[in-house]
């Protein structure tokens, strides 16, 4: 049973470029949520999709987006990249009302 | 904001018990302890949670005070490949599924 696969697992993007990170999540789970990691501090919750609409979003700008598919894998979609959104991306799923399972991570590089 | 506070670091030598603490004093009443940690690089890994009794799987022990504003993550046996960064969450579950909001972690140092 794979568990949640995230593609691709580094990229480097330039400034004022637009970038687009893919989840899957693990079999059976419908839920997915996004976190931003930046070097050295904990992970930051971003948005959470669930029956293709998003449900709950943390405190990022507009620039962050996502969708939800019908087979429940994710993309985040984030516009004009600035050098501050360099972090490892995270993607987890989980089915209603049980424990979250993460990805490995897309490591974006903004130069 | 993470709802939690946990001492930034801690060591254990191998084979002995890690006890990892961590306070929630405003959790509310329908809010879970979760522990995840998370290893170099890697994307973390769930470990174990609980509502107000306490918890063992395979992993790990949780032990919630019987008023639920602290709790203790207990790793009977430590290993090396215990080394990790072990967060503390609080949260709810909602129908679509748990948001989980980091606070900075405990950095576990397992020593042989």
């Known amino acids: 049973d794979a568990g949640v696969t995230q593609s691709p697992t580094h990229l480097i993007k330039t400034r004022g470029q637009q970038v687009t990170l893919r989840c899957s999540p693990k079999?059976?789970?419908?839920?997915v949520s996004w976190y931003q990691q930046a070097l050295g501090q904990g992970p930051q919750f971003i948005f959470q999709?669930?029956?293709?609409?998003?449900?709950q979003r943390g405190n990022f700008p507009d620039r962050f987006s996502g969708h939800q598919f019908p087979n429940y894998s994710s993309e985040l979609n984030v516009n004009a990249l600035l050098l501050g959104d360099s972090a490892l991306y995270l993607c987890?799923?989980?089915?209603?009302?049980?424990?979250?399972?993460f990805g490995q991570g897309t490591r974006l590089t903004v130069v | 904001d993470a709802k939690t506070t946990q001492p930034p670091s801690m060591d254990c030598a191998e084979g002995r018990a890690a006890n990892l603490p961590c306070n929630h004093s405003?959790?509310?009443?329908?809010?879970?302890v979760y522990w995840y940690r998370q290893i170099h690089s890697q994307g973390p890994q769930y470990i174990i949670h609980g509502l107000k009794n306490n918890e063992t799987n395979e992993m790990a022990s949780l032990i919630i005070t019987e008023d639920r504003k602290s709790s203790t993550l207990i790793l009977p046996h430590a290993t090396l490949r215990d080394t990790a960064v072990y967060y503390c969450i609080v949260s709810w579950k909602n129908q679509a599924g748990t948001a989980l909001i980091f606070g900075k972690g405990t950095t576990l140092s397992v020593s042989s």
């Open positions: 987890a799923s989980s089915l209603a009302r049980t424990e979250a399972f």
């Open positions: 405003t959790i509310s009443g329908n809010e879970y």
């Open positions: 999709y669930y029956e293709e609409e998003e449900r």
């Open positions: 079999s059976g789970h419908d839920t």
